[in-house]
């Protein structure tokens, strides 16, 4: 089986020879160095981060500036702290820097009395930048007029949507809308007219080889164990059932990530079973949707069997 998720190790070469800065050698006393902190596909409504460092020996520093390509959504901009890690192992911040504001795409910050500070830039993604790609120009100045500059490379960001943390109650809020990412009971479905929107019913049996299950309205009676389907709930998902994958981003331990191409290349066959059973922890899904606008991946953080209860996350693509 072909592997479909990134290398934790495979990202981290990429970030070490990616030190996005172009360094000049002008003989100014002024220095700065950028590193990109956050790795894995880059989601809208997810932040990346930077870390931006500046340095003048003998001087001051004035100000620093970060220019992005496409403005981002609220609460990008640059945090006025630098941060060193306590004997606690706990960061702790230092106020270094005054008047950050981001106006548009440019964001900004005027130094405190310091000759060397590292700030951190958030770039909170907007939904303008979906399937798209970003680049920054982050720029120094200090007390005596010199200035630097340092450009990133353009970074994709994903057509895809992620939710974290569905909690599923079998005979509850057990009908999941992939359009949505959501879980609703049975009177949310009735009374907002959802049935034809609900592409998973989650249940649990305490059939041997049952347990844990995500079954489409289409799904065979004998599969159902019972389990009420919607009026008018038709919609045939295909699930394929995965043990080796795992998303970093949908609360896997691992380093290990789901991205665009994944989704591009996956082929689930239309001979693939409508359900997916005895689902533990860890396991994860791969599913088109009936009418195939959409392409998801669902991992399973964690089942509850006293209470009938599973913890998941979705990653969803949407098919051109």
Known sequence: MKRIYIKCFMLLSVLAFAIACNKQDDGTALKNDLIK????????????????????????????????????????????????????GNDVPVTVAKNCVTNGNISTAAYIDTSAATLRYYYVIPEAARGQSVSFKFSGTASNGETVSSATPEYKISKMDKQRNIVLTSGGACFISIKQMKAFTL??????????????????????????????????????????IPAGGTNNTKVSKRRDVKDAQLGSVYAEFIDDLDFETLNISNDE??????????????????DK????????????????????????????
Do not use: C
């Open 293 to 320: 606008k959409y392409k998801a991946f669902v991992l399973i953080n964690s089942v509850d069997k006293p209470n009938k209860r599973m913890t998941v996350s979705i990653k969803r693509y949407t098919v051109n």
């Open 37 to 88: 902190k956050t790795i894995g596909p880059n989601i809208v409504n997810d932040t990346i981060q930077f870390a931006y460092a500046l340095a003048i020996p003998g001087g001051k520093l004035a100000t620093a500036s970060v220019e992005a390509s496409v403005p981002g959504s609220k609460n990008t901009g640059l945090l006025p702290y630098s941060w060193y890690t306590n004997s606690g």
């Open 187 to 228: 009177a949310e479905v009735t009374a907002n007219n959802l049935a034809g929107e609900i592409d998973l019913i989650y249940y649990y049996s305490l059939t041997t080889g049952i347990g844990h299950a995500l079954v489409s309205p289409a799904t065979s009676p004998e599969y159902l164990y019972g389990t009420v």
């Open 273 to 290: 079973q409508n359900f997916t059973l005895d689902l533990i922890a860890t396991n994860g899904a791969f599913l088109q949707t009936g």
